[in-house]
């Protein structure tokens, strides 16, 4: 499966961005997608993942409350909510794929990867 994030860009403190990962070239809902974060100088770090269908969800703690994960099956997309961003939430951003049933929270458990976008918050 080949994976495409897009909606990042500038945002001010307060503001809300949806980030959007599509998927080609496998059954997607055969997939758990999950969504990380890198920021420079710092290892990648789980933001949020969702289950096959959709049904379980699960987020990192430095996001929870603020983000929401959610995707069309029927689009072969999977979607980043984010709002009440904080500067601390700049970093590039990336929806990754594993094959399976259990959402994971290392990024070490995903076999696809998109190429990322980035969000930057400013103050």
């Known amino acids: 499966v080949q994976l495409q994030a897009s909606g990042g860009g500038l945002v001010q403190t307060g503001g809300s961005l949806r980030l959007s990962c599509a998927a080609s070239g496998g059954p997607f809902s055969y997939y758990v997608v999950g969504w990380f974060r890198q920021a420079p100088g710092k290892e990648r770090e789980f933001a949020a993942a969702i289950s096959r269908g959709g049904g379980s969800t699960n987020y990192g703690d430095s996001v929870k409350g603020r983000f929401t994960v959610s995707r069309d099956n029927a689009e072969n997309r999977v979607y980043l909510q984010m709002n009440s961003l904080k500067p601390e939430d700049t970093a590039n951003y990336y929806c990754?794929?594993?094959?399976?049933?259990?959402?994971?929270?290392?990024?070490?458990?995903?076999?696809?990867w998109g190429q990322g976008t980035q969000v930057t918050v400013s103050s």
């Open positions: 990754a794929a594993r094959l399976g049933y259990t959402i994971n929270l290392d990024p070490r458990a995903y076999e696809y």
